[in-house]
């Protein structure tokens, strides 16, 4: 049974870092593609990233280009998204997801449980 799991949210400061981390279980890590995405209150959740199986590539949404940066540890079953500059649109509950096929980018059928990140002013 797949499972993901998040950690790593919490309150901060507008201009300020956090760094979420998503720990995968239940099969092999290093086949799959990993994605964050991210939902506001009254928003549509959508893309934040993604990070091709091997760590090889990377993509991002236009509004964290630059300020965000997805990595993974193969060994250790984890995909972290390293948050900087952060901005009060920035809040969401962030959630990281993956494929169900290997080697592919999507589309995303497993999803964490999500970890609240909220940016104040």
């Known amino acids: 049974q797949v499972q993901l799991v998040e950690s790593g949210g919490g309150l901060v400061q507008a201009g300020g870092s956090l760094r979420l981390s998503c720990a995968a279980s239940?099969?092999?890590?290093?086949?799959?593609?990993m994605g964050w995405f991210r939902q506001a209150p009254g928003k549509e959740r959508e893309f934040v990233g993604h990070i091709k199986w091997n760590g090889g590539s990377t993509g991002y949404a236009n509004s964290v280009k630059g300020r965000f940066t997805i990595s993974r540890d193969n060994a250790k079953n984890t995909v972290y998204l390293q948050m900087n500059n952060l901005k009060p649109d920035d809040t969401a509950v962030y959630f990281c997801?993956?494929?169900?096929?290997?080697?592919?980018?999507?589309?995303?059928?497993?999803w964490g449980q999500g970890t609240q990140v909220t940016v104040s002013s």
């Open positions: 997801a993956s494929p169900r096929e290997p080697l592919r980018w999507g589309p995303y059928d497993y």
């Open positions: 239940g099969r092999t890590f290093s086949s799959y593609a």
